[in-house]
């Protein structure tokens, strides 16, 4: 799993009480199906991007901005990098920083290790798009009308590899996303729970910078074992 990719940046959150409006976004019978048969569903056009993604773009610019000025003033970085591009600048901070700083920009908080100066993002335009009305009208033709966003919610900032932080085992601090379910990697509270992910990206994306991976039908059977990595819990390589 692990790739040397460009950039990238993606949003990904669980749902399983927001009521879900509108039909316009209505799954049909046909993909429906296919989720059930499959696992999984790729659809194009799910909202307007310059409605939902744009926004979020720019408030991640300014993220990145306060970040940058931050790590400057600290003599972390020897460059705010201020002319470069959102991808290239965020790599560039990363690479001299020799510092992941992902949790700046996810609006999760880590699940230990957490202190009053912890930071996480919640800002207006990502909470708009896990309320967009095209995007739950998708959600409730699986799940219903009662949609709740869990906390298996992250917005993933990564780097290529070949210019990533690394621990002191030469490990990739924040790379390739390991095989896992992701009821292998919550607590036992959702076994009951129907959980569905969806999961967007910010930028094009295709197999040469980050695309998700599925394995079709996996779905049906039982959870795997999941083990520690470097990168996470993950699917030991043997079971795959």
Not at 101 to 110: E, G, R, V
Request: charged share 20%; net charge negative; proline share 6%.
């Amino acid at each position: 799993m692990s790739v040397d990719t460009p950039f990238f940046c993606s949003i990904h959150f669980g749902c399983s009480d927001i009521v879900a409006e509108g039909i316009c976004g209505m799954l049909s019978s046909e993909e429906i199906k296919h989720f059930e048969d499959y696992g999984y569903l790729a659809r194009s056009n799910a909202f307007d991007p310059e409605e939902v993604i744009d926004p979020i773009i720019k408030e991640y610019e300014g993220v990145l901005e306060n970040l940058a000025d931050t790590l400057f003033k600290q003599g972390t970085i020897s460059s705010t990098y201020e002319s470069l591009e959102f991808g290239e600048r965020v790599t560039s901070i990363y690479e001299e920083s020799k510092q992941i700083h992902n949790q700046f920009f996810d609006f999760s908080l880590p699940q230990k290790g957490i202190t009053k100066d912890t930071p996480f993002w919640a800002g207006p335009a990502v909470f708009n798009a896990l309320i967009n009305p095209d995007l739950l009208d998708i959600v409730q033709s699986i799940v219903g009308t009662e949609i709740a966003s869990n906390p298996v919610q992250h917005v993933r900032v990564k780097v290529p590899e070949s210019r990533a932080p690394r621990d002191s085992e030469g490990n990739v601090m924040y790379g390739a996303t390991p095989w896992h379910q992701d009821l292998g990697v919550v607590t036992e509270e959702a076994d009951q729970t129907d959980m569905l992910t969806v999961w967007f990206p910010l930028m094009d994306t295709d197999e040469e910078n980050g695309c998700l991976q599925v394995l079709p039908g996996s779905h049906t059977g039982e959870v795997m074992t999941h083990c520690p990595g470097a990168q996470g819990v993950q699917i030991p390589g043997a079971l795959l």
